[in-house]
C-alpha cells in the first residue's frame, strides 16, 4: 500500500471514527482499531490511535468536577487497568499478531451483540470484593494485547451507578490512563516508531473534524438508530477479522 494511500485511509478512518464519537459520545478507538487492523495490521493500528484517542479523552476527564472522587473510589481499579497493559503488551510483541486480532475481533463482535441485545454486561461484571482490581487487570491485559479497553473496563464502570456526569469522567480518566500506559508499553518494546508517532499526532487533526461534524449530526439524527447501525458495521467488521485470523 503506497504512502499517499496509507494517509488518506488513516485520514479517513478518524474522520469517520470522530464522526462517531460525535454523535454518541465514545466508539472512537474501537471504530479506529477495526478499520486500521483489518487493514494495516493490529500494532500499527494500535499505535496510531494512541493521540487521537489521548488528546479527545483529556478534556473527558479533566472536565465534570469529580476527578478528586474518581481517583479516591477507583484507584484500584484504574491502577490494575495501568500496571497489566505492561504485561499484555509484552505479550502482543511475543504471539502472533493475528492471533491477537482475532481476540480483537472476537471483543469486538461481544461489544456490538452486547449492545444490539442489551445483554446487560454491567450487572456480569459489577459486584464482589475484588471487582475492582480483577476487572482492572482484565481492562489493562486486553488494552495492551488489542488496543481495546472497553471490555470490561466501562461495563464495570457503568455497574456502579455512578451519575451520568461522573460515568462521563470516569470513562476518560480510564482511556486516558490506560492509553498512556498503551503508548510507553509499545515504546518500551520497540513497538512504536517515529513515523507512526508522527502519523498518530496527524491523525488528530481529522479525529477533531469529525467529532466536530458529530455532534453538528446529533441534533439531526436519531441516535438510536445511528447506534444500532453503529454497532452493525462494528459487528461486521469484528466478524472479518475473526475469520481472517482463523484463515490465516
Request: proline share 4%; hydrophobic share 60%; charged share 10%.
Amino acid at each position: 500500500m503506497g504512502e499517499p494511500l496509507i494517509l488518506l485511509l488513516v485520514a479517513a478512518t478518524f474522520l469517520v471514527a470522530g464522526g462517531v464519537k460525535g454523535i454518541i459520545g465514545m466508539g472512537m478507538p474501537t471504530v479506529s482499531l477495526a478499520l486500521l487492523a483489518a487493514t494495516l495490521g493490529l500494532q500499527p493500528a494500535m499505535a496510531l490511535l494512541l493521540a487521537p484517542t489521548l488528546i479527545t479523552n483529556v478534556w473527558q476527564a479533566l472536565v465534570g468536577g469529580y476527578l478528586g472522587r474518581i481517583v479516591r473510589q477507583l484507584w484500584p481499579f484504574l491502577l490494575a487497568s495501568v500496571v497489566t497493559v505492561w504485561l499484555g503488551v509484552s505479550i502482543l510483541a511475543r504471539v502472533e499478531v493475528r492471533w491477537l486480532s482475532g481476540l480483537l475481533g472476537v471483543l469486538i463482535v461481544f461489544y456490538a451483540l452486547a449492545g444490539l441485545c442489551n445483554l446487560g454486561l454491567a450487572r456480569l461484571v459489577g459486584g464482589g470484593r475484588h471487582a475492582a482490581p480483577v476487572n482492572g487487570a482484565l481492562t489493562g491485559l486486553l488494552t495492551g494485547m488489542t488496543g481495546s479497553s472497553v471490555f470490561p473496563g466501562v461495563a464495570y464502570l457503568q455497574s456502579l451507578g455512578l451519575p451520568r456526569e461522573m460515568l462521563i469522567q470516569a470513562m476518560g480518566v480510564l482511556f486516558v490512563a490506560t492509553t498512556l500506559a498503551l503508548g510507553l508499553a509499545l515504546g518500551g518494546q520497540r513497538l512504536l516508531s517515529i513515523e507512526l508517532g508522527l502519523l498518530s499526532l496527524a491523525a488528530v487533526v481529522p479525529a477533531l473534524v469529525g467529532m466536530r461534524l458529530g455532534q453538528w449530526l446529533r441534533g439531526r439524527l436519531s441516535e438510536a438508530t445511528f447506534r444500532r447501525a453503529f454497532l452493525s458495521g462494528l459487528l461486521a467488521m469484528g466478524s472479518y477479522l475473526l475469520v481472517r485470523a482463523l484463515a490465516g
